[in-house]
C-alpha cells in the first residue's frame, strides 16, 4: 500500500525536482505542509524534516469525483519526504490500494494512471 524511494539529493533539490516534474505531468502542487515547522510553532521539537506535498491532477481528480462523491476524502494525492540531511525517503499511498476502500470498480483505470504518474514523479525527484 506504501510505495517509497530513498534519495541522496538534499531537501531543496527533492523538492525543486518534484515541482518542475509535476508541472510536466500537468499535476499541481496545491500545498507543501512543512510539519517539522508546524510542530515547532506549536512548541513541539521534531528534529527530522518532514513535508507533505499535496499533488493533483484536476482532470484525473473530475473522472473519480464524478464516479464517487466519498473519494473527496482521499484527494489531493499526497508525497511525502521525509528523513534529514544526507538522506530522505520519499512515500505515497499507492492511489490503486487506496481506490478498492470505495467499492467502485471502475476506479481502478484512473488510479493507476495517477499511479504510474506519482511513482514516476517520485524518481524524477529522488534523482
Known amino acids: 500500500m506504501l ?21 510536466r505531468h500537468k499535476f499541481g502542487v496545491l500545498a507543501i505542509h512543512d510539519l517539522r515547522e508546524t510542530m515547532r510553532k506549536k512548541g513541539v521539537e521534531f528534529n527530522t524534516d518532514c513535508r507533505i506535498y499535496e499533488v493533483c491532477n484536476p482532470v484525473q481528480a473530475k473522472k473519480v469525483l464524478e464516479a464517487n ?7 489531493p494525492c499526497r508525497i511525502s ?29 484512473v488510479a493507476q494512471e495517477v499511479e504510474v504518474v506519482l511513482k514516476e514523479m517520485m524518481a524524477d525527484a529522488a534523482g
Open 3 to 23: 510505495h517509497t524511494i530513498r534519495s541522496h539529493r538534499s531537501l531543496g533539490e527533492i523538492e525543486a525536482a518534484l515541482q518542475e516534474s509535476a508541472a
Open 81 to 109: 519526504v521525509y528523513g534529514n540531511p544526507g538522506g530522505y525517503t520519499l512515500a505515497t499511498l499507492l492511489p490503486t490500494e487506496l481506490m478498492q476502500m470505495f467499492g467502485s470498480p471502475e476506479l481502478g483505470v
Open 69 to 75: 462523491g466519498a473519494v473527496s476524502t482521499a484527494l
